[in-house]
């Protein structure tokens, strides 16, 4: 989960701030940042806006929380990161798939309409999307035929990628891109499925 403030509007650089990123948990606890404090609010490379500083206020209460706001599970604390361990969480598989179709290049499909498309049509898993219509988007607020159309082709492309792309879709904790490409220099999938992690530890990266 990535924590977000909620600030009372100022003024910076011409824009309204009204949010800022506080990063991680332990962002957090290193700054002492509670509700109610007075904070410092910076743009880094004048853009992202985030708290560099902050003032105790009177009445403070934590910012932490400690239920998943998505299905209740206890969260739990992996490195400076509060994750929900759920498996099933609702939320924790819409961005798994979400990460899953930008692995695999498809742009046109957004946060937003794939919310839609798990509410209004069941999708859950890459699968799902597969096979996916033109009929079944037309039902969908914000698309027409020509849209519908680009987007069911553009996923249709997806059925064939590179393999390091297939890797980095599992979304496997640390195993981006980058990494997918490394790991299968010189071996399929398939063999990589076959290492041991002692194996695994002598691969660059």
Do not use: W
């Not at 990123?21 to 509670?34: C, E, G, T, V, Y």
């Not at 496997?172 to 398939?190: D, Q, T, Y």
């Amino acid at each position: 989960l990535t924590p977000v403030a909620h600030l009372e509007p100022v003024e910076l650089s011409g824009i309204t701030i009204r949010r800022a990123s506080l990063h991680n948990a332990q962002n957090i606890i290193d700054m002492d940042i509670r509700i109610g404090d007075t904070v410092t609010v910076e743009r880094a490379g004048d853009v992202i806006p985030y708290i560099s500083g902050r003032k105790p206020g009177t009445l403070r209460r934590s910012a932490l929380i400690e239920k998943c706001p998505s299905c209740g599970s206890a969260l739990e604390r992996r490195g400076p990161e509060l994750v929900c361990p759920s498996p099933a969480c609702p939320e924790t598989e819409l961005q798994r798939l979400l990460a899953a179709l930008r692995s695999f290049g498809v742009e046109r499909l957004g946060e937003p309409t794939l919310r839609k498309l798990v509410r209004e049509r069941g999708i859950r898993r890459v699968a799902d999307l597969f096979g996916i219509t033109v009929a079944d988007l037309l039902g969908i607020e914000g698309f027409q035929k020509k849209s519908a159309e680009n987007l069911v082709n553009e996923i249709r492309k997806a059925r064939r990628v590179e393999d390091f792309k297939l890797l980095a879709s599992l979304n496997i904790p640390n195993v981006g891109p980058n990494i997918a490409r490394k790991l299968l220099e010189g071996r399929s999938i398939e063999e990589l499925r076959g290492m041991s992690a002692e194996e695994l530890t002598r691969l660059d990266g």
